[in-house]
Each structure stands twice: as C-alpha cells, then as structure tokens.
Nanobody, 124 residues
Framework: QVQLVESGGGLVQAGGSLRLSCAAS????????MGWFRQAPGKEREFVAS????????DYSNSVKGRFTISRDNTKNLVYLQMNSLKPEDTAVYYC?????????????????WGQGTQVTVSS
C-alpha cells in the first residue's frame, strides 16, 4: 500500500510558477513509478509527467515539456512538480499517482495509487 498526499496548489497569474509536492508513505520499490496527472472540468484525466522512484527515467507530455520539471527526494519521500510559464489551459486538479511500472507510462489505469488532488488555477 502507498498513500499519497498532494500540496502546493493555488491561484497564480499566467506566466507565473508553482511547485506541487506529493508526500508518499508506505512501501515503494525500485520499479515504482510516480506520476502527475491533471483533470480540468469536463475533460478526461490527462498525463503530465512521471519519474522512476529509484531515479532517472522521466517522461513528460508534449503540452508541458520544457515548462514543467518532475523530481523526487527519496530522503523525504517527496515527489515534486515544478511548473513554470503557467498558462490558463494548465488550470486543473492535479493528482499524484504511483504504480509498479519500470518503463514510462502515460496510462492512468497502470497507476494503482492516487492522491486526493490539489487545485491549480491560472488566471489570464
């Protein structure tokens, strides 16, 4: 079992930055992949980024590549999503997820554990 709690969401103007955090507790493995997804009102949940818990192997959606950075701090059991150059279309509830997936995957169904989400709102 893995428990995930997101934090760091809020309201920011377009062009601004936010850093989301995901606190993970429970057992993780070397092949545990941590992911960030987002869901805007009326839209399906969308992959944002992922990272292998043991290090390296990051993956990004094309819509955030070059603007967002995923990282992790194993000593603190935290996963971060640094979001720069935010746009109004980035507005969504952001979810942290975990799954036993060594290789990058953008498929939500392949992640077994989810946090409750944190709201990010970008004003124009």
């Amino acid at each position: 079992q893995v428990q995930l709690v997101e934090s760091g969401g809020g309201l920011v103007q377009a062009g601004g930055s936010l850093r989301l955090s995901c606190a993970a507790s429970g057992r993780t493995f070397s092949d545990t992949r941590m992911g960030w997804f987002r869901q805007a009102p009326g839209k399906e949940r969308e992959f944002v980024a992922s990272i292998l818990w043991s290090g390296g192997s990051t993956d990004y959606s094309n819509s955030v590549k070059g603007r967002f950075t995923i990282s992790r701090d194993n000593t603190k059991n935290l996963v971060y999503l640094q979001m720069n150059s935010l746009k109004p279309e980035d507005t969504a509830v952001y979810y942290c997820a975990a799954g036993r997936q060594y290789w990058p995957t953008a498929t939500a169904a392949e992640y077994d554990y989810w946090g409750q989400g944190t709201q990010v709102t970008v004003s124009s």
